[in-house]
């Protein structure tokens, strides 16, 4: 059966499936389609005559994109495609090549590169910590993608006023280390598998000519995320021909901190002066609400990137406007996201498609624990689950210890936070942070955990503040957050969201400092942050909220500022949570507006009179004290002294009720609903 591979395609992917064989550039935003487009151009130039099928080779930058072309150009009529990723492709030529090129057999792939580069690392005397040798070995393939070596590693990072991991004259000794360590055991990694492939086709004419007698027809994806080595082998394979099609978006560019760069798509004008350009704008995958903030966010760009501004076009119906909601502190933020996600997982929404995405891993713990009170299934995409990362494993530990040794409490004078400061300078949390990387990381998940201390800290004085009570409140954390092995929600960094896409979008913490990040000081890094936003606005489908805090911890000074990139899009007349959940943030009995995390969780002015009967407060206090020694966990861990009187003076008659009132999670309602129930009507 013959497809039609020009039905259903618009104007411009029409164009590009039609233009002639040569050098042709299609830029493609968010959902436009580019993945349908290319895999018809492929098909449409082998279904022509222009290129066989053998031809031809495609590449793109993950092994899911590569499947997925595969498969589309199967179901095209065009199975036999090479559609591989760089690394893919360079390694299948190698292992052809090298007997002949070089002699004998292929070396082996590294498997394990942080063995090698602990190994380098020691004999430089720089730090073997796991966080630091992940640092290292992404400094070395960061190197290697920009055609760096040990000898130019430090002339270059001060040229570029790159932040470095550790000093660069002691990072550029730790590559040098591992170069000669990789080349004595005959060994190659992932970036050599294109260098090698590079100097094989530059420097052997008769290799170089037999391939380019076999391969006359190059695609390129995600053209903007070509690093300076993948475009030297993009060259290798062409050598001086131009038949290419390349396909991009340069407001998409979010990997420079990798070697990514989108010079070469936006040069392409210039490099092939005779070459087709094509613009795809029309959006599919978006609503007109969530196309129009896209639009919006990125119309601010400036710098090179700006110069090729796609500007989409929403295809789709209208949909629900995207939401804007300030909170005072991040707890909150993560409560009003589980409670909004709960609320559409009740009434028909997939999980799998709804998504949390942040700026960095470290963000992830508040919405992990959020989730899991609400009852909601999670998935990490990207990351490991908080208390599972290394860091905080080892943090736990000396916090354990630290009690021991002061049998819970803490010494003459300090306060919690101070000793736990203390305790975690041992395990790498310094006063300040990290550049950026994996240590950066590690600092941010640190932190953290002193974010758990001061919020401990700052409960009421009836709640102990010291070593025992945190490490008791951290271990039920932990223990909480394992979610069901089922689908859920997902939860991303805006890196780990590139490429995909959900119905629902929450993007969270969107603060100066965050995003951008405090490191993001160059007017090009600024920009990069930027197109991050614009990315995870454009992972929408249907909804979009974007919410920020104004504390990191509950109850905390309210300091931060939302994300400049939200001006002139967010209400300027938006002061907090209180105007974009006006059912929750006002006083039940004046309707004053609430800021206090208390007054909102008990639904009146500190000032108002309580309704609560106080028998029933004392019948709570009671059978709170006696559950938390059951379980031996304290008193606040059961629930806090803002919430008893709030379930007090609500009254809850049922389930639904109970977890209506802030701070009554899924997990909570299961273990102490029946009993709470009981108690009330019992009054």
Request: a neutral charge.
């Amino acid at each position: 059966m013959t497809v039609d591979l020009l039905a259903g395609l618009d104007d411009g992917q029409r164009a590009a499936v039609l233009a002639p064989s040569g050098p042709v550039c299609v830029l493609a935003g968010a959902g436009t389609g580019k993945t349908r487009t290319i895999t018809h151009r492929i098909a449409h130039l082998v279904a022509t005559g222009a290129h066989p099928v053998s031809e031809i080779l495609a590449v793109t930058f993950t092994t899911r994109a590569a499947g997925e072309m595969r498969i589309r150009l199967r179901d095209l009529g065009v199975p036999g495609v090479q559609a591989r990723t760089f690394h893919s492709a360079a390694l299948k030529q190698l292992r052809y090549f090298w007997p002949r090129a070089v002699g004998g057999q292929l070396w082996p792939v590294v498997e394990n590169k942080l063995r090698l580069v602990a190994a380098a690392a020691r004999r430089a005397n720089a730090g073997t910590d796991a966080a630091t040798l992940r640092d290292l070995a992404s400094e070395i393939e960061w190197s290697k993608a920009c055609l760096i070596t040990p000898d130019t590693y430090v002339a270059e990072v001060a040229r570029r006023r790159r932040d470095t991991p550790v000093a660069a004259d002691l990072v550029g000794k730790v590559f040098a280390n591992y170069e000669k360590a990789r080349v004595q055991s005959e060994q190659l990694d992932f970036d050599d598998l294109l260098l090698h492939t590079c100097a094989v086709l530059e420097e052997d004419e008769d290799v170089a000519r037999e391939f380019r007698a076999r391969y006359r027809c190059f695609v390129v994806d995600e053209y903007q995320d070509v690093t300076p080595l993948q475009q030297r082998l993009l060259g290798a394979w062409l050598g001086g021909r131009d038949q290419l099609t390349v396909v991009g978006d340069a407001n998409q560019t979010i990997y420079s901190f990798a070697g990514a760069s989108p010079t070469h798509l936006l040069d392409f004008d210039r490099t092939y002066p005779n070459a087709t350009i094509v613009r795809l704008e029309r959006d599919y995958r978006s609503t007109p609400q969530v196309v129009t903030l896209a639009n919006r966010v990125i119309a601010a760009a400036q710098g090179q990137s700006a110069r090729l501004r796609l500007k989409l076009t929403a295809v789709l119906p209208p949909g629900p406007e995207a939401t804007f909601t300030e909170l005072p502190d991040e707890p909150a933020e993560a409560r009003n996201v589980a409670e909004k996600a709960a609320a559409l997982i009740a009434a028909g929404q997939p999980a799998s498609g709804i998504a949390v995405l942040y700026r960095i891993n470290a963000q992830s713990e508040v919405y992990e624990k959020a989730l899991s009170d609400a009852g909601v299934p999670y998935l990490i995409r990207g990351g490991e689950r908080f208390f599972a990362r290394p860091e905080v494993r080892q943090a736990l530990t000396a916090l354990r210890r630290a009690s021991v040794a002061a049998d819970g409490g803490l010494p003459e004078g300090r306060t919690l936070v101070d000793v736990v400061r203390a305790v975690l300078a041992d395990v790498g949390l310094t006063e300040e942070p990290p550049a950026a990387g994996a240590l950066r990381d590690r600092w941010e998940s640190l932190l953290a955990l002193v974010g758990v201390a001061e919020d401990l800290a700052a409960l009421e004085s009836t709640v102990p503040a010291d070593l025992g009570a945190l490490v008791a409140e951290l271990e039920q954390r932990a223990e909480a957050q394992h979610a069901p092995s089922v689908e859920g929600v997902t939860l991303a960094s805006l890196h780990a969201a590139k490429g995909l896409e959900w119905d629902v979008v929450f993007l969270v913490g969107l603060t100066d400092g965050t995003l951008p990040i405090q490191h993001a000081e160059s007017p090009e890094e600024i920009e990069e942050e930027r197109r991050l936003l614009y990315v995870g606005i454009t992972r929408a489908r249907t909804r979009l909220a974007l919410s920020w805090a104004l504390s990191r911890a509950e109850g905390g000074r309210r300091t931060r500022r939302r994300s400049r990139f939200l001006t002139g899009l967010a209400p300027e007349g938006l002061a907090g949570a209180t105007r974009a959940r006006p059912g929750q943030s006002r006083c039940r009995m004046c309707n004053g507006v609430l800021t206090a995390p208390a007054e909102i969780k008990i639904g009146r002015c500190e000032n108002c009179p309580s309704t609560a009967d106080p028998a029933l407060v004392d019948a709570l206090r009671a059978w709170r004290k006696d559950r938390s020694a059951a379980s031996s966990v304290p008193a606040y861990v059961v629930f806090s002294d803002a919430t008893l009187l709030a379930i007090a003076e609500r009254r809850p008659a049922d389930g639904a009720a109970l977890l209506a009132i802030p701070g009554i999670g899924r997990t909570k309602l299961d273990t102490y609903g029946s009993e709470v129930l009981g108690i009330i009507s019992a009054s």
